[in-house]
């Protein structure tokens, strides 16, 4: 997973992104931290699943810069 969001991000050109992920899902949280992402504020309930909490992350524009 980590490899197709690596092939993903140049086709935002340095922009800044954000993913949200749940709050239980820490494979996925690890590896938003391993792209540079950063957890942002409180975690919220899921409006399509009220039993989820969903944590929100941040990558800045100047993270987002393509490499190479």
Known sequence: MTRLIE????????AGM???TRSANTIMQ???VQLNFRPDGK???STLQPE???????LNAQEAEPTG
């Open 7 to 14: 092939e993903l991000m140049p086709l935002a050109k340095g």
């Open 18 to 20: 954000f993913a949200t």
């Open 52 to 58: 989820e909490t969903l944590q929100l992350f941040l």
């Open 43 to 45: 975690v919220y309930p």
């Open 30 to 32: 690890e590896m938003l």
